[in-house]
């Protein structure tokens, strides 16, 4: 399984920037991944941001973006997305898309969990 995100770059605070993250090599349909977003920031931990469970879709994200990001796929594509809104200099980091076809429900919020992980895109935000 192969996972290649885009859509990260250089914006000002408040801005909005749309990540993608696309499927391939994939061994089972692309709905029964559970998909998700983790970002690292310089110096720091990677930490998880949103999730998108099998099929169906239903999210959850971190409270630092509530409001603020969505995640949501598009099973037809292979492809995930991150819409972040409002950005804030403090959501700068290194975006990872990742996925899991047999991860549970326990276990979602914990990058140990997932086997396959995009390369990253970079996201800055300006004061």
């Known amino acids: 399984v192969q996972l290649q995100a885009s859509g990260g770059g250089l914006v000002q605070a408040g801005d909005s920037l749309r990540l993608s993250c696309a499927a391939s090599?994939?061994?089972?349909?692309?709905?029964?991944?559970?998909m998700a977003w983790f970002r690292q920031a310089p110096g720091k931990e990677r930490e998880f941001v949103a999730v998108?469970?099998?099929?169906?879709?239903?999210?959850s994200t971190t409270d630092s973006v509530k409001g603020r990001f969505t995640m949501s796929r598009d099973n037809a594509k292979n492809t995930v997305y991150l819409q972040m809104n409002s950005l804030k200099p403090e959501d700068t980091a290194v975006y990872y898309c990742?996925?899991?076809?047999?991860?549970?429900?326990?276990?979602?919020?914990?990058?140990?969990?997932?086997?396959?992980w995009g390369q990253g895109t970079q996201v800055t935000v300006s004061s």
């Open positions: 990742t996925a899991s076809s047999r991860i549970i429900e326990s276990s979602l919020y914990n990058d140990a969990n997932y086997n396959y």
């Open positions: 998108i469970r099998r099929y169906g879709g239903r999210t």
């Open positions: 090599g994939l061994t089972s349909s692309f709905g029964s991944y559970v």
